[in-house]
């Protein structure tokens, strides 16, 4: 229960900060791209995609490294 209030505590605030977003952009009050308007909406999305990453990379390094030190010790005997 509580992972899905945090989901939408998150989903909330990023509507939020849209609608605030959108309301400047519409009245002129800023000048700012579209892509900057609509940033609540996709922002979270791409950090979660490179923290996906970031964990691959490592997971990845990992893999390799124990191959390495099992193959060495191999070489050894």
Known sequence: MKNSKAKKGV????????????????????TWSW???TSPLWLPLVGLLI???????????????EYLLKHKTRENE
């Open 35 to 37: 892509w900057w308007i």
């Open 11 to 30: 989903s909330g605030l990023c509507t939020i900060v849209f609608i605030i977003f959108l309301f400047l952009k519409l009245t002129d009050l800023v």
């Open 51 to 65: 923290v996906v990453a970031i964990i691959g990379f490592l997971v990845s390094l990992m893999i390799v490294f």
